[in-house]
């Protein structure tokens, strides 16, 4: 019976608790089923991931009021020459890097938080609170620290996977540049010009961990070429691999192209929310192939680039930046 509910999901599931909370051979075969659930498929689904469902409920709320105030409000918290990196970004402004066909949707975004006298502070533009909505950026900024830390964890167990130091990753991504977005998919008005909600993509990022959207369509393309569903059970959150993590790897770890489809015509009225953390490192990282991931038989693939020049890049071809 438990082979057969396997086999039902799109995606395994591990359970975090496993790694930050047991024994070393509870923590040895938590790092091989990532390990395994990453290179086979890229995505994974996590429970007990110690982000607290309240949060998720108190943020999900204050983004909802957020995306019902009026647009001339909203485009009022979109910030030219930022890239779409902080604060509002308008519908219809960001494309799959092979589309020229904007998605469906519009979205708000949260930064890394640092000190006036922080050495990276230039690196990082301020984030921008939302005077209508003064819960807004407490709330995200909670929420955006629990995130970290589970990515964190996540990423402590991919590197004794990856046969590295299991702190390999803490100085790369403490007070690195990583991304809460609120994401809003409006109610679809009128019959689509070939755009979908979110076009086929691969994530930029390390990982990127996802709460629950307030409606399905989210889709993983897998080997066979088929679309399949991912559909959390409640308080799973689901992680993909991002393009850096494939890039160091060298193509070993999975960063698996996924969308977000349009519902039946039936359910157009109906908007989605959902709150993506994509974990980066900062700018300084390389993404150098690692050794012990080029072979014979898997020959180097990239060239040398840093985090940084990567994320510019890749903005530019999603439309972000100019």
């Known amino acids: 019976m438990e082979d057969q509910l396997i086999k039902e999901r799109t995606i395994p599931v591990v359970n975090l608790s496993q790694f930050t909370e047991g024994n070393e051979s509870e923590r ?59 604060g509002y970004t308008s519908f219809g402004k960001e494309h799959a890097k092979h589309s ?41 900024k909670e929420l955006y620290q629990a995130f970290e ?60 961990l996802l709460v629950g959207a307030s409606a399905g369509g989210l889709q993983l393309l897998n080997t066979q070429d088929e679309w399949l569903d991912i559909t959390p059970e409640e308080d799973e959150i689901v992680i993909n691999v991002g393009d850096m993590l494939q890039r160091l790897t060298n193509n070993y770890l999975k960063s698996t192209t996924h969308r977000v489809i349009n519902p039946p015509k039936q359910f157009w009225h109906v908007p ?12 300084s990282m390389d993404l150098n192939c690692l050794a012990s991931c080029v072979s014979d038989n898997q020959p180097l693939a990239y060239e040398p680039i840093t985090a940084g020049d990567y994320l510019d890049e890749r903005l530019r071809e999603i439309g972000l930046k100019k």
Request: proline letters at 7%; charged letters at 25%; zero cysteines.
């Open 100 to 140: 020229n066909v904007p998605d469906l949707k519009e979205f708000y975004q949260i930064g890394q938080f640092v000190a006036a006298d922080h050495p990276m502070k230039s690196e990082y533009p301020d984030n921008i609170n939302v005077t209508e909505i003064p819960e807004y950026f407490e709330i995200g």
């Open 28 to 86: 040895l075969a938590f790092v091989k089923q990532l390990g395994a659930a990453f290179h086979t498929v890229g995505f994974v689904g996590v429970t007990n991931h110690g982000i607290p469902k309240e949060l998720v409920e108190r943020f999900y709320a204050s983004a909802k009021a957020f995306f019902s105030l009026p647009i001339e409000t909203k485009r009022s918290y979109e910030v030219t020459g930022l890239g779409g990196q902080r």
């Open 149 to 208: 830390k589970a990515g964190g964890s996540l990423l402590r167990a991919i590197a004794l996977h990856l046969d590295l130091p299991e702190d390999y990753f803490d100085n790369w991504i403490e007070d690195g540049n990583s991304i809460l977005r609120a994401i809003h998919y409006p109610p679809i008005t009128e019959e689509p010009k070939t755009a979908i909600r979110s076009e086929q993509h691969e994530d930029i990022n390390l990982i990127t």
């Open 272 to 283: 989605r929310m959902s709150l993506p953390f994509f974990l980066h490192p900062k700018g």
